[in-house]
């Protein structure tokens, strides 16, 4: 049993919270994969001095230090690198519905996403099995986008 | 201990809002200091990175998020932040790495991108207050400023022309930096500067340094590493740093002694008795008009109560030719405050003007040695540079 | 030299020429006063305000602390100190935490208790000594300045709950000729 303290009346503390939010542009690597997902598509940096492919995109190779300009369309399916089961929320709650988080990479690209999976039982899920992304209706660049990835039958 | 040279520079554009990431703009300036030094990410033994709280980007672990945007992917890494004092205290990083022996050379990059926060960063400086004596009273972060101020002037019988007359200087000079901020430099008249809106009675809103978001990076060798370059090189010929007790209020904010601490461990390292005859160009922190004369005395370049008085007679114009240029880049007044990165900026500046490179900014004198200086925390770090020829 | 870097403008964003997103977080802390903080504050619960000896520099110190920070070492007695003051420094503000503007100005200063060191100051808030608010930069002039002597105005005692605004804030007081 791990022990959470969230009764104050035996000790003196202070109450406050984190005051203001946060807007973050996207840059002008990421916004490439961002604005393309909104033509359901994914795109990756190709970097003209090693070649690597990366997702998502960026406009520098971290090994080579090198600008990169060069972005294609990658239309194969990724595949489960990784998974998890989560059970509780970020307050400690119960979920309603155990969710799946995959770690989801493309052959040959380097980096990937990681997004939900649905439609799924937990015993379905394997390492290696391609899946496919499910979009939104009204897309804007977001990765929520895509609503969540589902195992390809 | 090493010696260590200078060997590259770079700086990207500052600006309110940029559209690049701080990965993007640690990049570019990464990069155009790789250039200037002739090398490759390769010959770069490690890596530095400083940049302020946090918050502003409103990523944790920031010095990890940047880190692939200055080529420290796969190398020693390290991540330094004394608040306003990083971008000098990451020059002083860099010099510890190279000095200890450990590596021939040390890509240093500061970057900024303060515009992530919102409404306004202002308010995410808050948390640098008390929480429990401070904040509850609806802190601004402007209030240690213009308290600083009010003290200074009081005890020094300083009046508000004066002081105005720093940002008049400093804005002018930032008409030639190539990287200033949009609307931040400009031919301003004292009488404008004092009647400027009131932010925090004494300090007018020609009086601040803007929220900006910018990097810079410099290139740092061993004494071996710089003489295979052949070039004339810019030697670090001194560093110091002091942080004083984050009981502000107990302390008595007319004088920095933290800065003058920090200073004479610089003029010790470097043998430098008569600072006022031997540094010949100097880029003190100016967030605020009234911070560029407070820094100057904790400086030593001037006894307690004398800068403003000098500032009057032109002993800190760029064009002096018996005085000690003070900000000729235009300093955080001018150019920007992107928090880190301003302090890299002004030793960039000390660089350039070293080399014979600054263009329209070069001083008149002829400078052998420069000191830059940067500022943070709660009134509560100084951290110095001496560069020489 | 070509530096690189693209300034936006606000209506870059809003006309969504250049994509974002958008973060907010909900982050509660609960933070433990400690030792020192913890008597202080129920001292102000009980209208009284309280230092710190430190038996190596002799200092009295408010805010009170477990040990000198300056001699590195621990601090040995409660003083009792007045809830009078002098103002070390001070500013008339017309911007609120988020940098909005107020109409009227607020007056931060650090005001040196009386009974504690030379020095000791805290921040807290000057009010008009009549009519609480203050109407604008002038007026605050005409009752302030560095040296001015204050008295603070606590909240009712039921009112009172530990916490630094247990003071409401200082007022401007006549000295006694």
């Given at each position: 049993m791990?022990?959470?303290?969230d009764?104050?009346d035996k000790?003196?503390?202070?109450?406050?919270?984190k005051m203001?939010?946060h807007?973050?542009?996207?840059?002008?690597?990421?916004?490439?994969?961002?604005?393309?997902l909104?033509?359901k598509?994914?795109?990756?940096?190709?970097?003209?001095?090693c070649?690597?492919?990366f997702?998502?995109?960026r406009?520098?190779?971290?090994?080579?230090f090198?600008?990169?300009?060069?972005?294609?369309?990658?239309?194969?399916?990724?595949y489960i690198y990784s998974?998890?089961?989560?059970?509780?929320?970020?307050?400690?709650?119960?979920l309603?519905?155990?969710?799946?988080?995959?770690?989801?990479?493309?052959?040959?690209?380097e980096?990937?996403?990681i997004?939900?999976?649905?439609?799924?039982?937990?015993?379905?899920v394997?390492?290696?099995?391609k899946?496919?992304?499910?979009?939104?209706?009204?897309?804007?660049g977001?990765?929520?986008?895509?609503?969540?990835?589902?195992?390809?039958? | 201990?090493?010696?260590?040279?200078?060997?590259?520079a770079?700086?990207t554009?500052?600006?309110r809002?940029?559209?690049?990431?701080g990965?993007?703009?640690?990049?570019y300036a990464?990069?155009?200091a790789?250039?200037?030094a002739?090398l490759?990410?390769k010959?770069?033994?490690a890596?530095v990175?400083?940049?302020?709280?946090?918050a502003?980007?409103?990523?944790?672990?920031?010095?990890?998020?940047?880190?692939?945007?200055?080529?420290?992917?796969?190398?020693?890494f390290m991540?330094?932040?004394?608040g306003?004092?990083?971008g000098?205290?990451?020059?002083?990083?860099g010099w510890?790495?190279?000095?200890s022996g450990?590596?021939?050379?040390?890509l240093?990059?500061?970057?900024e991108?303060m515009?992530?926060?919102?409404?306004h960063?202002?308010?995410?400086?808050?948390?640098?207050?008390?929480?429990?004596?401070e904040?509850?009273?609806?802190?601004?972060?402007l209030w240690?400023f213009s308290l600083?101020?009010q003290?200074?002037?009081?005890?020094?019988?300083?009046p508000?022309?004066?002081i105005?007359?720093?940002?008049?200087?400093?804005?002018?000079?930032g008409?030639?930096?190539?990287c200033?901020?949009?609307?931040?430099?400009?031919?301003?008249?004292?009488?404008?500067?004092?009647?400027?809106?009131?932010?925090?009675?004494?300090?007018?809103?020609?009086?601040?340094?803007?929220?900006?978001?910018g990097?810079?990076?410099?290139?740092?060798?061993?004494?071996d590493?710089a003489k295979?370059?052949?070039k004339?090189?810019?030697?670090?010929?001194?560093?110091?740093?002091c942080?004083?007790?984050?009981?502000?209020?107990n302390?008595?904010?007319?004088y920095?002694r933290?800065?003058?601490?920090a200073?004479?461990?610089?003029?010790?390292m470097?043998?430098?008795?008569?600072?006022k005859?031997?540094?010949?160009?100097?880029?003190?922190?100016?967030?605020?008009?009234?911070k560029?004369?407070?820094h100057?005395?904790?400086?030593l370049?001037a006894?307690?109560?004398?800068?403003?008085r000098l500032?009057?007679?032109?002993?800190?114009?760029?064009?002096?030719?018996?005085?000690?240029?003070s900000?000729?880049s235009?300093?955080?007044?001018?150019?920007?405050?992107?928090?880190?990165?301003?302090?890299?900026?002004?030793v960039?500046?000390?660089?350039?003007?070293?080399?014979?490179?600054?263009?329209?900014?070069?001083?008149?004198r002829?400078?052998?040695?420069?000191?830059?200086?940067?500022?943070?925390?709660?009134?509560?770090?100084g951290?110095?540079?001496?560069?020489?020829? | 030299?070509?530096?690189?870097?693209?300034?936006?403008?606000d209506?870059?964003?809003?006309?969504?020429?250049?994509?974002?997103t958008?973060?907010?977080?909900?982050?509660?802390y609960?933070?433990?006063?400690?030792?020192?903080?913890s008597?202080?504050?129920?001292?102000?619960?009980?209208?009284?305000?309280?230092g710190?000896?430190?038996?190596?520099?002799?200092?009295?110190?408010?805010?009170?602390r477990?040990f000198?920070?300056l001699?590195?070492?621990?601090t040995?007695?409660?003083?009792?100190?007045?809830?009078?003051g002098?103002?070390?420094?001070?500013?008339?503000?017309?911007l609120?935490?988020?940098?909005?503007?107020?109409?009227?100005p607020?007056?931060?200063?650090?005001?040196?208790?009386?009974g504690?060191?030379?020095?000791?100051?805290?921040?807290?808030?000057?009010?008009?000594?009549?009519?609480?608010?203050?109407e604008?930069?002038?007026?605050?002039?005409k009752y302030i300045?560095v040296g001015t002597?204050?008295?603070?105005v606590w909240?009712?005692?039921?009112?009172?709950?530990?916490?630094?605004?247990?003071i409401k804030?200082?007022?401007?007081?006549?000295e006694?000729?």
């Open positions: 791990i022990e959470k303290i009764k104050f000790i003196k503390v202070l109450k406050g919270e203001g939010w807007r973050y542009t996207y840059g002008n690597g990421e916004e490439i994969f961002f604005k393309n909104i033509d598509k994914f795109f990756a940096s190709k970097c003209k001095n070649e690597k492919l997702i998502p995109t406009i520098y190779c971290e090994d080579c090198e600008e990169i300009n060069e972005f294609v369309e990658i239309k194969d399916l990724p998974y998890t089961f989560l059970f509780k929320d970020l307050e400690d709650n119960d309603k519905e155990p969710e799946i988080v995959v770690f989801l990479k493309w052959e040959n690209v980096g990937g996403l997004h939900r999976l649905k439609e799924t039982n937990f015993d379905e394997e390492i290696g099995l899946c496919e992304p499910v979009f939104k209706e009204k897309r804007e977001n990765i929520n986008d895509i609503l969540y990835f589902r195992i390809k039958k | 201990m090493q010696k260590v040279a200078v060997l590259g770079g700086l554009k500052f600006s809002r940029a559209k690049e990431t990965k993007e703009l640690a990049f990464a990069k155009m790789l250039e200037e002739g490759e990410i010959d770069i033994d890596v990175c400083v940049s302020a709280p946090d502003f980007d409103g990523l944790h672990r920031k010095g990890e998020y940047l880190s692939d945007g200055c080529g420290a992917s796969k190398k020693p991540r330094c932040f004394v306003g004092g990083s000098v205290f990451g020059i002083i990083s510890y790495h190279i000095a450990h590596f021939n050379t040390c240093v990059v500061a970057e991108k515009s992530s926060s919102m409404p960063p202002q308010g995410t400086f808050n948390a640098i207050y008390d929480q429990f004596l904040r509850p009273l609806g802190v601004n972060l240690i600083e101020m003290r200074y002037m009081a005890v020094h019988k300083i508000l022309e004066v105005a007359l720093v940002a008049v200087k400093n804005k002018k000079n008409l030639d930096h190539p200033a901020q949009e609307g931040i430099p400009g031919n301003y008249t004292v009488e404008e500067v004092v009647n400027s809106e009131i932010m925090c009675w004494p300090v007018t809103r020609l009086m601040v340094s803007p929220v900006t978001d990097a810079a990076a410099i290139v740092l060798a061993s004494y590493f295979k370059f052949g004339e090189n810019i030697w670090i010929e001194g560093v110091g740093w942080l004083d007790t984050s009981y502000w209020t302390r008595d904010l007319y920095p933290y800065v003058e601490y200073a004479r461990m610089a003029y010790e470097a043998g430098i008795k008569d600072p005859k031997e540094i010949h160009v100097v880029e003190p922190y100016d967030p605020f008009a009234y560029e004369l407070h100057l005395e904790g400086l370049l006894d307690k109560g004398e800068a403003p500032l009057e007679k032109g002993f800190w114009d760029r064009d002096t030719e018996n005085g000690i240029p900000s000729p235009g300093g955080l007044l001018g150019v920007g405050n992107p928090i880190a990165a301003a302090g890299l900026m002004k960039i500046e000390i660089y350039w003007q070293l080399k014979g490179k600054a263009g329209k900014r070069q001083v008149k002829e400078v052998k040695r420069g000191l830059a200086q940067a500022w943070g925390d709660l009134m509560q770090v951290t110095v540079v001496i560069l020489g020829k | 030299m070509e530096f690189k870097g693209t300034p936006l403008k209506r870059d964003l809003i006309e969504k020429k250049v994509f974002y958008d973060w907010h977080v909900k982050a509660h609960a933070w433990d006063c400690g030792i020192a903080l008597y202080f504050f129920e001292g102000l619960k009980n209208g009284k305000i309280y710190r000896h430190c038996p190596k520099c002799k200092r009295i110190m408010v805010p009170p477990m000198c920070e001699c590195f070492h621990p040995d007695k409660w003083v009792l100190l007045k809830d009078t002098k103002v070390n420094t001070f500013s008339v503000s017309y609120n935490w988020d940098a909005s503007r107020r109409e009227k607020q007056v931060p200063a650090v005001i040196e208790i009386d504690a060191s030379e020095g000791m100051g805290i921040l807290h808030l000057i009010a008009h000594p009549e009519k609480v608010e203050w604008n930069l002038e007026e605050v002039l300045k002597k204050v008295k603070a909240k009712d005692e039921k009112e009172r709950e530990g916490k630094i605004t247990d804030y200082f007022i401007p007081i006549k006694e000729k």
